[in-house]
């Protein structure tokens, strides 16, 4: 196969390898950082020898994120305050909403981040691009039968530990009530909006004003949102997006960004308030200069 073939069967299984890769590793910049490496491997690859691209470029993709995932773990460790994935925006990434929105949702890509690398890999390929049991086995290596295994493992993960979400519609709209009690500072209006174990968790690596520990429970939640609304929300104006095929906010001042906003929720009330604060994560939603 000459090079520009090459080129052209990668380009079409391009955004299902990135796909593939930000699911396993909840970082927009990492999964192409990635892509690219598996680009190169496929131009010095003999490829000759490979009667199926499509299948090796995935296989490759995978088995790559696999080993990426087990030292990016290790990179966290040293992460100021919480972890959260990257968001991507997902009403203008051809890449991730063209071909499945399957485990994209912020939700389950922290309920993946508690499965072994294999398992969430076993996850991703069945649950999000339906690939056949066996051929998911020939990637990892490892016997249909373990494969099931996997698979069934983290569907209970995933499903035990996510309650029922409510609509892009009802979310949207708690986003827009939320955020406009916390400007407000108004203790008894946010209570009402949580269930009783939510948790407000900020990803900001060490940026300024962004709580390094994960807050929970109801009342102590509203007291922090509360605590910081004098002030922090000054100026700020919300500009809705959608990210991971959710609604978001992206809290814009002065012509930057200082946080993105996210949450999931049930019928119970909001279970997450998703702060992201790093800059690196957030650079992608800048309005164009």
Known sequence: MELDEAASVFMQVRPRL?????????????????????????????????????????????RLAINQLQS????????????????????????LGAETGDALEFAVLIL??????????????????????????????????AVRQLVSRARKHVTSERKAPVDVGAQRELLS????????????????????????????????????RVV????????????????WWEGVEARFVTVNGRPAAVLEHAGGIKAMLTLTASADGIDHLLWLMNPDKIAAFRRPA
Do not use: C
């Open 177 to 212: 009530t939320f955020i406009t009690a916390a400007r407000a500072g108004d203790l008894a209006g946010l209570e009402r909006l949580f269930a009783a174990g939510v948790a407000s968790i900020t990803d900001g690596n060490g940026a300024k004003h962004a709580a390094r």
């Open 18 to 62: 990135f796909g593939i890769a930000y699911r396993m590793l909840g970082s927009a910049a990492e999964a192409e950082d990635l892509v690219q490496d598996v680009w190169l491997r496929w131009q010095n690859y003999d490829r000759g020898t490979v009667r199926n691209p499509a299948a090796f470029l995935a296989t490759t993709t995978t």
């Open 216 to 231: 929970e429970g109801a009342a102590p939640v509203a007291r922090f949102i509360a605590a910081f609304s004098s002030f």
């Open 72 to 95: 990016a773990r290790v990179r966290r460790e040293t992460y100021i305050g919480p972890w959260l994935p990257e968001p991507v925006d997902t009403s203008a990434d051809p890449y």
């Open 112 to 145: 993946l981040e508690k499965l072994t690398p294999t398992e969430r890999a076993a996850y991703v390929l069945r649950e999000a691009f339906d690939y056949p049991y066996a051929q998911i086995a020939l990637i990892l290596q490892t016997s249909e039968p």
